[in-house]
């Protein structure tokens, strides 16, 4: 599944509910792995609250935000490659 948006400038990235509904994010927090466009691995945190409350990147986003020289309004793409206990996805921008 792939997850096309455009970044917003907060201190974390909020994903669609169907998205996270769909790779089992609700009500879970967890590591996350993203891979970005040079193969470098980025380790982020995925927190939960219910279905009615938003998943979100927190722990690790505004590191990577800066790393890979994002700007708010920029538009990017992730792709679950793997949803185990630490889900790894990968990243492109455009």
Same mark, same amino acid.
């Given at each position: 599944?792939?997850?096309?948006? +455009? !970044?917003?400038?907060t201190p ?9 509904? +769909? /790779?089992?994010?609700? /009500?879970?927090?967890?590591? !996350? ?8 691995? &980025?380790? !982020?945190k995925l #927190?939960?609250? #219910?279905?009615?409350?938003? +998943?979100?990147?927190?722990?690790? &986003?505004?590191?990577?935000? +800066? ?15 793997? /949803?185990?206990?630490?889900?790894? &996805?990968?990243?492109? #921008? #455009?």
């Open positions: 599944m792939k997850y096309l948006f +455009a !970044l917003m400038r974390c990235q909020f994903l669609p509910q169907q998205f996270a509904i +769909a /790779n089992g994010l609700i /009500n879970k927090k967890r590591k !996350l792995i993203l891979i970005d466009e040079r193969q470098r691995p &980025w380790k !982020l #927190s939960s609250g #219910s279905t009615r409350a938003p +998943a979100y990147i927190g722990d690790g &986003w505004r590191k990577f935000v +800066a790393g890979t020289f994002l700007k708010e309004g920029d538009r990017v793409m992730f792709e679950v490659v793997t /949803n185990g206990e630490t889900p790894i &996805w990968k990243f492109q #921008s #455009s």
